[in-house]
Every structure is written in C-alpha cells, then in structure tokens.
C-alpha cells in the first residue's frame, strides 16, 4: 500500500479511518534529519505546524501527492510550491471552527464584564462593585473580518444576543443575512464597538492592525484576535490601548510565537510586547481557541472524510 507519513500527533481517528488504504508511518518523535529520510517514498504528510513545508523539505518527497494540516492556516506550507508539483493542500477548518467561535465569545464576554481581572480582585481580598462595572454586549455591533468557517462560526454563536453583526471578506460574497449584514471595511471601521479577526495570515494581512488601522476605527472598540498573531502589530495595539482607541484586547496568538505555535520567542521579546502583558484591559491565551476535547477529534475525522470518500480538495478551505 501507499505511505502516509504522521510528522505531528493528531486523534486516532485519522489512522482508524485511512489504514486500510494507506500504510501509516509513526515519526512524530523523530528529527527534521530522520524525517527527511523517511518521506522520500510517502505520497501524504500529515501534520500540525513542526515542521515548515518549504521546498527544501519538500524535494526529498519525491511521490507526494498531498499534505493534510491538522488545523486551518497554512502559512508553514510553501502553497506556490505545491501548486507547481500538484501536491494537494488539505486542512480542517470545519473541525474546530465552532471551538474558535466559543472562545472569542467567552474573551469578548470577560473583557465586557471585568471577569478577569475582578476574579483577581476578590481572591485578594478587594470587593470592587463599582470599579468592576460592566458593559453589555446586547445593542452593539460587532465587525467581522474574515467570513470564512471561523468568521461564520463567530457569527452563528453572536446570533442570540440583540446585536448587529457587519461582516467583511475580500473573497465572499452574497452571504448577508437578516441578522448578518455583509459590508466593505468603511462601514465596519464607522461602525463597530468589537471587531474580531478570521483571516489567514498572508503578505496582505500581516500586520493588518498597524496604527493606521486603529485610526480609521472611528468608535473606541474592543478587539480580538484568534486568527494569527502577526496580523495585529503589538506596537500599535498598545499604543491604541494607551489612548483609548481600544478598550480592551482578547488575543489567543501574537505577534512573537513561535512559527510551530508551541511557545513565544521568551529570549527576544521586545519592550513593547513586555509593556502588553502588564495591561489590564487585555486577556492573553496560549493559542487555544481552536484547541478543544471535541476539535481534537473533529479536525481528524474532517482530515479522514477528505483524504478518502470524498478524494482530494483542489483547494484548501479559507479559515
């Protein structure tokens, strides 16, 4: 049988479902140098983020047909690349698109309410009403950039509160509904009191949060970024937040990760990042919104269904 290549722990499932197609290859725990041996006669690679796909890794794969990214950005993978060799991109955005949408809920939620920060309060000792007063979230508007499965899936969990939901995508369109009103980026800066990231990273979104983005918001808002860390610029987010300009950030990813996700660059963390984490009006999580007991099973079994019965995607699924 054809090899499949496993370079990242992901659930059972996946194996479950496409070894009796495919002979699974357990390298997980192995080198870059031991992988690069290992893949030259693979037709699939499965992984999360270990390893960047670059041509350089990838020219030692001689009969790959496919990579399936457990997860939804693909940023580590060389697309152009791919495109060249006809190797098929898979990811798994459908599997943990309702986990994203639940924790930039539960973010917006506590940065609205003090949640955080109050929990600290009262485990010292300090009972602060008034200081801890909250904003509701009912009668407000929330912009949505990036339409996506994560985008949308934002948008279904917004559906039961009394708000209005403005939505961006530079690559949709026609998906505006009664309670969701698909927009240009003028109406969302003029109008939102949240605005909320889904968008791949890209030579066109990165840094996309720059000091010209926050000037153009034309309301003080609150921002949240469960996307990827590099679109929003720390500088300039802290100095929106120092003005005012924001009222509080909830970020799941930063602008300093690691390229494999696993952990912030501790050793050259600059100034201003330092100065973020000592800000109150902020909730900090270690890229985690998609990241669920359910998700981990999902985002396989999504992997699975695509690789098999329903063959390979042309293209991989926006976020």
């Not at 300009?245 to 952990?263: C, I, P």
Request: net charge negative; proline share 2%.
């Amino acid at each position: 049988m054809e090899k499949v290549i496993f370079l990242d722990t992901v659930h059972p499932i996946l194996e479950e479902k496409i070894n009796h197609q495919y002979t699974c290859i357990h390298a997980e725990n192995k080198s870059k140098e031991e992988c690069l041996e290992l893949i030259k006669d693979v037709v699939g690679i499965v992984i999360r983020s270990r390893f960047r796909m670059d041509s350089e890794f990838l020219e030692n794969a001689k009969n790959l047909k496919f990579i399936a990214r457990s997860g939804a950005g693909m940023e580590n993978i060389d697309v152009n690349y791919c495109e060249n060799r006809n190797i098929q991109l898979i990811n798994a955005p459908e599997g943990n698109r309702n986990a994203v949408a639940e924790h930039a809920l539960g973010m917006l939620l506590s940065l609205m309410n003090n949640l955080n920060s109050a929990d600290k309060e009262v485990r010292k000792g300090l009972w602060r009403r008034e200081e801890n007063r909250g904003i509701e979230l009912s009668g407000k508007t929330v912009g949505i950039i990036g339409f996506g499965n994560n985008g949308s899936a934002f948008a279904k969990v917004l559906g039961g509160f009394n708000i209005k939901i403005l939505a961006y995508d530079k690559y949709k369109n026609g998906f505006g509904t009664d309670q969701i009103t698909e927009c240009q980026l003028e109406e969302l800066y003029e109008n939102s009191d949240v605005i909320s990231f889904h968008i791949p990273q890209n030579e066109e979104t990165i840094h996309w949060a720059d000091d010209e983005f926050f000037k153009k918001v034309k309301k003080p808002f609150y921002l949240l970024n469960l996307s990827r860390g590099k679109i929003v610029k720390t500088e300039s987010l802290l100095k929106a937040l120092k003005s005012r300009e924001v009222l509080g950030a909830g970020l799941d990813v930063f602008e300093y990760e690691k390229a494999s996700f696993e952990q912030l660059d501790l050793e050259s963390l600059p100034r201003e990042f330092q100065e973020l984490l000592q800000t109150k009006n902020t909730i900090f999580t270690p890229h985690v919104g998609g990241w669920t007991a359910e998700s981990y099973y999902k985002l396989s079994d999504v992997l699975a269904e695509k690789i098999l019965g329903n063959g390979l995607l042309e293209k991989y699924t926006i976020i």
